[in-house]
């Protein structure tokens, strides 16, 4: 499984961003693929997910209502559309993914994934 991430940047706060993982799987069933951020000098923490079985979904509480996160089954692309921006969303973000079983509920902390693309950096500042 490989995973190219693509879309952070520099971005005042209020404003969007939209990451883009691209995943090179043989087959696109039964998986998790979504985000996780780490902060300088904090943990990795799961941002969100979603699960290619069911399209069932995980947010973190710090962004729900803000991010959305999507699958283009067409183009193996998982987005994750990021509105209303705050500083505290400044971090490296990683695509992440892993098998999961049809009748899982979507795993969300950073150790339950097995396969991880390179992080791109989301900065958000005035």
């Avoid at 996780?36 to 943990?43: L, M, T, V």
């Avoid at 995980?58 to 283009?72: E, H, L, N």
């Avoid at 993914?97 to 899982?104: E, N």
Wanted: proline share 4%.
């Amino acid at each position: 499984v490989q995973l190219q991430a693509s879309g952070g940047g520099l971005v005042q706060p209020g404003g969007s961003l939209r990451l883009s993982c691209e995943v090179s799987v043989f087959a696109f069933d039964y998986y998790a693929i979504g985000w996780s951020r780490q902060a300088p000098g904090k943990d990795r923490e799961g941002v969100s997910f979603i699960a290619t079985t069911d399209d069932s979904t995980y947010y973190a509480d710090s962004v729900k209502g803000r991010f959305t996160i999507s699958i283009d089954i067409s183009k193996d692309t998982v987005y994750l559309q990021m509105n209303n921006l705050k500083p505290e969303d400044t971090a490296v973000y990683y695509c992440a993914a892993t098998i999961i079983s049809s009748s899982w509920s979507v795993p969300y902390l950073p150790y339950e994934y097995s396969y991880w693309g390179q992080g791109t950096q989301v900065t958000v500042s005035s």
